[in-house]
């Protein structure tokens, strides 16, 4: 049980353009979802918490207009890389339910 | 919380021994902690987990270890086998209740097997 499914596994994106990551939970209903990122060689740090029909709560230093997530559905929470840069390139793993985490998604801003 | 640094810390065993996996956790107030196994370019993968009530859990292959005196917890692992190479990371969760609290990381350990 708790499964979450995360998709793109893997995207490039030019500078300057967005970038939409999905998460769904498959078997469960999940109210909230986190959103953790994770750079080359380090831990994963939470960047903030969607909650299903109202806003998320981002960690302090994330950038709520940069980051924007969306979790309109008990099964689906998104999160949007808006006007990437280099610096975004990273690891970005959602987790629902439980402690059951997502694939990951490895985005390259070029 | 754990500082974040740019080298893992690595820790080599040959196959077949035993693997022993340190953490030291940064709150007191932490009632849940839960070890994870991270292959390169995957999500981290639940392994074990083990409530602040106990001080020692069993699974197969692993054992954790909690010492909460020293805030220090450890994930042993029997019989090292190649497929156990991974980064290996202590989580803590802070809030009590359910499965919705925020987990801490700890800084990870990266395990080589050698045939």
């Known amino acids: 049980g708790a499964v979450v499914s995360q998709h793109p596994s893997r995207v490039i994106c030019k500078s300057g353009t967005s970038v939409k990551i999905e998460c769904r939970s498959l078997d469960f209903q999940a109210t909230t979802m986190f959103w953790y990122r994770q750079f080359p060689k380090q831990s994963l740090m939470l960047m903030a918490t969607?909650?299903?029909?109202?806003?998320?709560?981002?960690e302090q230093g994330v950038e709520k207009d940069k980051f924007l997530i969306n979790h309109a559905s008990l099964t689906l929470s998104t999160l949007t890389v808006t006007s990437a840069h280099p610096e975004d390139s990273s690891f970005y793993i959602c987790?629902?339910?439980?402690?059951?985490f997502g694939s990951g998604t490895r985005l390259t801003v070029v | 919380g754990e500082s974040v640094g740019l080298h893992l810390p690595t820790l080599s065993v040959q196959e077949g021994d035993n693997s022993i996996i340190n953490c030291a956790y940064s709150n007191s107030a932490s009632d849940y902690f839960i070890w994870y196994k991270q292959e390169s370019g995957k999500g981290p993968q639940f392994i074990i987990d083990i409530r602040s009530n106990m001080d020692k859990r069993q699974g197969q292959r692993v054992t954790v270890l909690l010492n909460k005196t020293v805030k220090h917890l450890s994930l042993q692992i029997a019989a090292t086998q190649p497929g156990d190479s991974a980064v290996y990371f202590c989580?803590?969760?802070?809030?009590?209740?359910?499965?919705?609290?925020?987990?801490?990381f700890g800084k990870g350990t990266k395990l080589s097997v050698k045939p």
């Open positions: 989580a803590e969760k802070v809030n009590s209740g359910g499965s919705q609290g925020n987990l801490i």
């Open positions: 987790r629902g339910h439980g402690y059951t």
């Open positions: 969607s909650n299903e029909g109202s806003k998320a709560t981002y």
